[in-house]
């Protein structure tokens, strides 16, 4: 899926080391989305390549972000989380329609 919203919070980059011996990092972005009714939504980017890109984001900036909706169960109990797959600004995407 794909929404425009604009960043209300950045959360701290969690990282450790999984059983496997592999390092890990994640963060989540708190989006407020644009639009007549805004939704507030938790966006988890895992993974360094996609935290790279969370780290170009402002707070009160315009974005794009692309995310997959997943839904696991645990203990008889269902959990949903939006994993990002993609965030940029808007301003990017406006300049790089320009060139």
Do not use: H
């Not at 360094?48 to 645990?74: A, P, S």
């Not at 994993?83 to 060139?99: H, N, R, S, T, Y």
């Amino acid at each position: 899926m794909k929404t425009f919203a604009r960043v209300i919070e950045i959360c701290p980059i969690i990282s450790g080391t999984s059983d496997n011996g592999n390092d890990w990092e994640k963060q989540t972005i708190v989006l407020e989305t644009l639009g007549l009714e805004p939704m507030t939504l938790a966006v988890e980017f895992m993974g360094e390549r996609k935290t790279k890109q969370t780290k170009l984001l402002k707070m009160g900036q315009q974005v794009e972000v692309d995310f997959v909706i997943r839904c696991n169960k645990y203990l008889d109990k269902w959990y949903t989380r939006l994993d990002g797959l993609k965030a940029k600004p808007m301003e990017e995407q406006a300049e790089a329609e320009e060139v």
